[in-house]
């Protein structure tokens, strides 16, 4: 019996999507809202996920996978394992990133392609009931002309639940991919079996096609993202309680000049969303910081102890060689 591990995390993400054309275009073309089979795309060449600054004082940022098409259009995906509220920023911010270092000096607006960011949630961060969010420029008021050059696609997958394998064919196989393939699944459904692309996509997911380093990092991720969810559930707590301070506070202001059961209902709420957002962001910030760095110091000793050249581990971990020799 075959043993998948999940394709969501960072190591099996990029080794499918980061190293196989054929199923990357696949994804894209399943998941992007083109408007017809013209807009789809053919072929890709692979880009250095590192989106470096011309000024090195501005800030470096790094995607999972970037390609370009032939007609230049650039493509952005991520896997995004936690929902925090500066990740619509981080995408803004990269995809802005990748359009304007198209051009060079002397070059001309019009030579610029778009930049589409593909997004997948494991997490959800809108009241929608739907899982496809689809963000573009747009002109509100009158036109709703579109200014072209950015396009941002957000796609929650834990309100995924295919209704129909029928509609959109391949989307519903690839969203089914990511959403039930994991290391507890025993068989592998036929239907993702049956389909050629899907099927090279389980087989990347195998255990057996992992090396033993691989597999460590791979469990150091779940254990990361553990930590991590632990203290954004610790910043949210704080948060709460710290709302419910500010809330009463104010509620009570309010109650004696609009009725105290009308003052308390909206101070309460505004307060708990002044105060969530507030314990979030000192929460994540300093827990975040520091448990990253004992993450990286924890794995680097566990990476050591299994025999894991020093330059491999600093380049996994991103502790320098020597804070690794010095563990």
Not at 55 to 80: H, T, Y
Request: with cysteine; glycine share 6%.
């Amino acid at each position: 019996m075959k043993k998948y591990l999940d394709p969501k995390t960072d190591l099996t993400f990029k080794k499918v999507f980061g190293e196989h054309k054929d199923l990357v275009i696949s994804f894209m073309n399943a998941l992007l809202p083109f408007d017809s089979p013209e807009e789809e795309i053919e072929d890709v060449e692979y880009l250095s996920p590192e989106l470096v600054p011309v000024n090195p004082l501005w800030k470096d940022s790094v995607v999972d996978v970037r390609c370009r098409d032939a007609r230049g259009r650039q493509f952005i995906v991520e896997m995004q394992m936690m929902w925090t509220v500066e990740y619509k920023q981080r995408v803004l911010f990269n995809a802005s990133k990748a359009y304007v270092s198209q051009l060079h000096k002397g070059e001309e607006f019009h030579l610029l392609q778009p930049v589409y960011s593909l997004n997948m949630l494991n997490d959800t961060y809108s009241d929608s009931e739907s899982y496809y969010h689809d963000y573009k420029i747009v002109e509100v008021a009158e036109t709703k002309e579109v200014i072209d050059g950015l396009r941002f696609i957000f796609i929650e997958l834990p309100k995924f639940t295919p209704k129909s394998y029928c509609e959109k064919k391949m989307q519903t196989l690839w969203l089914r991919y990511l959403t039930e393939i994991d290391e507890k699944t025993d068989e592998a459904p036929k239907e993702l079996l049956e389909n050629p692309q899907i099927s090279k996509a389980m087989e990347e997911l195998e255990e057996s096609a992992f090396s033993q380093s691989e597999l460590y990092i791979y469990d150091r991720f779940w254990d990361m993202v553990s930590t991590s969810r632990t203290l954004i559930n610790s910043a949210l707590r704080r948060g709460k309680m710290q709302g419910e301070m500010i809330g009463e506070e104010r509620g009570l202001k309010r109650g004696m000049r609009k009725g105290m059961r009308k003052g308390m209902e909206e101070g309460l709420k505004k307060g708990m969303a002044e105060g969530l957002e507030k314990g979030m962001e000192k929460g994540m910030e300093k827990g975040l910081e520091k448990g990253k760095e004992d993450e990286r110091r924890k794995n680097a000793v566990g990476m050591k102890a299994e025999g894991i050249p020093v330059e491999v581990i600093s380049r996994v971990t991103g502790l320098t060689p020597e804070q690794v020799s010095a563990l």
